[in-house]
């Protein structure tokens, strides 16, 4: 007796199963590759980061710790410390530090930075990644020793809270990016400020209000297709022409009493950022619209409330989920953003940390960039630590607007 498979269907419709349960299972084969192709372009990309914030490096010194004490610096009170500094540089100077914090109200470690910075006056020669100092450490000793033989090499991490708290410098080993830091918070601030509540509002009236038969609404929603796809540098320069230039009394803080300002501010730059992502904003906003069932607004209306009411009780409330999602990835992608900024006049290098929104700013891709394009080694250990940091801001707005997504999920 023939088996049931083939009394039912036949010989001639199981191989045709069979062959769609072959291509079924390669297509499956091709998705789980290409899962696996990600992942591992992502652990190779936060090994080579990893890699370079940590190592080994070459340190020559300008004066050797030797030639100013006989004992160890550690090994020396606070006074002897603050003796020796005032020996090594000009009264001007000595003067200066004691003014900007006294030295009684600084700690050794502080006194002892400053001797190491002021003094001492150490540099990079050559810097080794962490990993060739794990696999070929007889290697990298013999190039030391080789090549810098009254060098000092020893293991340096990169990444540690005096690199998060100090400004910028022309030596890496002193350079910080606390300026970059807090610009690139400010930046976010006022892009999403900004975008936020224009891209909620336009959506709303696109999706609820706008009739789709007008042809002025069409064109409208084409353009912001289209808008959301245009490349960063155009932003830039429509940034450049409005907010630097045109606006320029309004940005500067002119029209608040401040004088010397030009309209390269960090006001312009987060206006510019706003208008890059508002578009991206708009369109994921209309998705998560969209998405709400159109039950749900008969529902309501049904009910007696009115337009608005619907919108704000029912459809927002839904929508909520899929326009932070959106939001989450606009901060994505104006954090990284370095076109605009350069256009809009982000300062390449700078030491003091933006007070308001009419300051002059730098941003953390910015400081980036610019450390990358330098010739010496440490620069690219510091750019790798900087960009360590930049994903860790950004994972750490990510996971709050996450939670503030499921936040209010939970309460619907």
Do not use: C
């Not at 900007?100 to 700690?107: E, L, V």
């Not at 450490?137 to 991490?157: G, I, Q, S």
């Not at 696109?206 to 245009?230: C, K, M, P, S, T």
Request: proline share 5%.
């Amino acid at each position: 007796m023939k088996p049931f498979n083939s009394w039912m269907f036949g010989n001639g419709n199981q191989e045709s199963l069979a062959g769609r349960h072959r291509k079924g299972k390669a297509w499956r084969n091709l998705f789980v590759s290409s899962l696996v192709i990600g992942v591992l372009s992502l652990v190779v990309l936060l090994f080579s980061i990893v890699d370079q914030t940590m190592g080994w490096i070459v340190v020559e010194y300008k004066n050797q710790p030797s030639e100013l004490s006989l004992q160890p610096l550690e090994a020396l009170s606070q006074d002897e410390l603050v003796g020796i500094l005032q020996d090594n540089v000009t009264a001007r100077r000595f003067k200066a530090l004691n003014q900007a914090i006294p030295f009684t109200d600084r700690s050794t470690e502080d006194i002892l930075d400053l001797i190491t910075e002021e003094v001492l006056q150490p540099s990079v020669v050559m810097s080794y990644r962490l990993s060739m100092g794990i696999f070929n450490r007889e290697e990298m000793l013999a190039d030391a020793a080789e090549r810098y033989p009254d060098a000092e090499l020893k293991f340096h991490l990169w990444i540690k809270p005096e690199f998060l708290n100090r400004p910028m410098s022309s030596n890496p080993l002193f350079a910080g990016i606390r300026p970059a830091l807090l610009g690139s918070l400010f930046l976010i601030l006022i892009t999403i400020g900004f975008a936020f509540p224009i891209g909620i509002g336009a959506a709303i009236y696109l999706e609820e209000y706008a009739d789709q038969r007008v042809w002025f609404n069409r064109v409208i929603q084409a353009n912001i297709e289209n808008l959301a796809g245009v490349p960063s540098i155009v932003y830039g320069i429509l940034g450049l022409a409005i907010f630097v230039r045109a606006l320029g009394g309004i940005t500067s803080g002119s029209f608040v009493g401040i004088e010397g300002g030009n309209g390269r501010t960090i006001l312009s730059a987060g206006l510019t950022m706003g208008l890059l992502v508002l578009p991206v904003m708009i369109v994921n906003a209309r998705e998560a619209i969209r998405a709400v069932p159109q039950s749900l607004r008969l529902a309501s209306y049904g009910l007696g409330a009115t337009r608005w009411q619907t919108i704000w009780h029912h459809v927002l409330p839904s929508a909520i989920s899929g326009i932070l999602t959106g939001t989450i990835l606009t901060i994505s992608r104006a954090i990284g953003e370095t076109a605009p900024l350069i256009v809009v006049g982000a300062a390449t290098y700078l030491t003091s940390d933006p007070t308001g929104p009419f300051s002059k700013f730098t941003a953390l891709p910015i400081l980036i960039y610019n450390w990358t394009t330098r010739p010496q080694e440490a620069f690219r250990n510091i750019a790798a630590t900087a960009i360590l940091v930049l994903l860790i801001v950004l994972l750490t707005l990510n996971a709050a607007a996450i939670l503030l997504r499921n936040r209010l999920q939970n309460r619907i």
